[in-house]
């Protein structure tokens, strides 16, 4: 029993924590290849205690929704991580079917961030959420092919099973099936996260973003709120992606801890050389590279058929 709460302590604390350092590597990385000293490595951490102090500017249009938007939608990516199991331990919450509810999680805080932009009034938000549905939905089949993949290899139908011990044994007798699953979700980790080639977190052109259209409204704490569970959706994600990348079952616990954080900081430097070598795609070329991750993680699912 001690044993579980001290993991499951050290779980909610690497989820709450860890989130922004990914986010001030990709920046560090980022910088590196452009030539540039670039921002601080805790800068996130800096930009979120400032926002906190700041105050909340609201639109007399908007309603109660406009405030739950960033509320729930870092609560479900919260709750979302608890099902996720990382550095080779199992999940505080696990239970068969719950990798449905975790993804129907992140859809739950999806629907409330795009319903706040759609208070606002504001035809650029509107656009904005429409976009973030319109990917999302071409994202979700292949994180579920996906799933099916390890469902099928692990025999299990949690997330701490198929992300578990039996990764390492599904590695040599399904190689390709896994190495399928791991492109389709890292394109998925972009997609879902706003990052470059789907969309430019830095950019400040109305008309070519997705994810940051949404917000413009935001301020002060609520968009605090929404950088922090930016942040941590992306390290939900790499948690995932890294659950198959670097399966850590049988280490020793406080050694596969390191090992975690260890390679999710590679993680964020391979987010950061995506970013750093190429540039954002075309609207229009977006749902095929999307329906692209599809396919390759269907592919998966089929070499798994006998």
């Not at 099936?177 to 950019?203: C, G, K, M, Q």
Request: proline content about 6%; overall charge neutral.
């Amino acid at each position: 029993m001690t044993v579980r709460l001290v993991s499951t302590a050290i779980h909610v604390a690497l989820v709450l924590a860890l989130p922004p350092l990914l986010i001030g590597v990709i920046n560090k990385t980022k910088a590196f290849f452009a030539g540039r000293v670039g921002p601080p490595l805790l800068q996130a951490y800096y930009d979120l205690a400032k926002l906190l102090r700041k105050d909340t500017v609201l639109s007399r249009t908007t309603t109660w929704v406009f405030l739950a938007g960033p509320a729930v939608g870092l609560v479900t990516t919260f709750l979302a991580a608890l099902f996720v199991p990382i550095g080779g331990h199992a999940a505080p919450i696990a239970f068969d079917g719950d990798f449905v509810l975790f993804a129907y999680v992140l859809g739950l805080g999806r629907f409330f961030t795009v319903a706040a932009a759609l208070d606002t009034g504001s035809s650029f938000e509107g656009m904005g959420g429409a976009r973030e549905a319109t990917f999302s939905c071409l994202a979700e089949p292949a994180l579920f092919f996906g799933l099916l993949v390890l469902a099928r290899a692990s025999g299990s139908y949690s997330l701490s099973g198929m992300l578990g011990p039996a990764v390492a044994a599904t590695w040599s007798a399904a190689a390709a099936a896994l190495a399928a699953v791991l492109v389709s979700w890292f394109v998925v980790l972009l997609a879902e996260n706003s990052r470059i080639p789907f969309d430019d977190p830095n950019t400040h052109l109305e008309l070519t973003m997705i994810h940051e259209v949404m917000v413009l409204d935001h301020s002060g704490p609520p968009y605090g709120l929404i950088l922090y569970g930016a942040a941590m959706k992306l390290f939900v994600f790499g948690a995932v992606v890294l659950g198959v990348a670097v399966p850590l079952g049988g280490m020793d616990p406080w050694l596969a801890w390191s090992v975690f954080v260890g390679a999710s900081m590679v993680l964020a430097v391979a987010v950061g050389l995506v970013e750093s070598a190429m540039a954002r795609m075309r609207l229009p070329q977006l749902p095929s590279l999307l329906v692209a991750a599809c396919l390759i993680s269907a592919f998966g699912a089929v070499l798994l058929v006998r």
